[in-house]
């Protein structure tokens, strides 16, 4: 089992950066595939990034494709979200999650352990 824990959001304006870190406990966090999803007021849950246990096999929503960087640090059983040029439809609260071999790593329901989620506000 792995418990994840995110940060970094907060509030920006148009244009500027953050970085979001899920940090994850245990010893095994090197085994798990990760995911990032966002999830807007009122909205469903949706995609944004993925990355293989190996850091390799990174894939991107349309929405954020050139925009948004997942990496991870194994060493530091952390996955991170670096977010540039944000948009005010950037706005939501941010989730990582975690499983041990998705399938294809773009369904809420592939994962099996989430974080509580940071929220990201973009004013415009």
């Known amino acids: 089992q792995v418990q994840l824990v995110e940060s970094g959001g907060g509030l920006v304006q148009a244009g500027g950066s953050l970085r979001l870190s899920c940090a994850a406990s245990?010893?095994?966090?090197?085994?798990?595939?990760m995911g990032w999803f966002r999830q807007a007021s009122g909205k469903e849950r949706e995609f944004v990034a993925r990355?293989?246990?190996?850091?390799?096999?990174?894939f991107y929503a349309d929405s954020v494709k050139g925009r948004f960087t997942i990496t991870r640090d194994n060493a530091k059983s952390t996955v991170y979200l670096q977010m540039n040029s944000l948009k005010p439809k950037d706005t939501a609260v941010y989730y990582c999650?975690?499983?041990?071999?998705?399938?294809?790593?773009?369904?809420?329901?592939?994962?099996?352990?989430w974080g509580q989620g940071t929220q990201v506000t973009v004013s415009s």
């Open positions: 999650a975690a499983v041990r071999n998705w399938r294809l790593g773009v369904g809420v329901t592939e994962y099996d352990y």
């Open positions: 245990g010893r095994t966090f090197s085994t798990y595939d």
């Open positions: 990355i293989r246990w190996s850091g390799g096999s990174t």
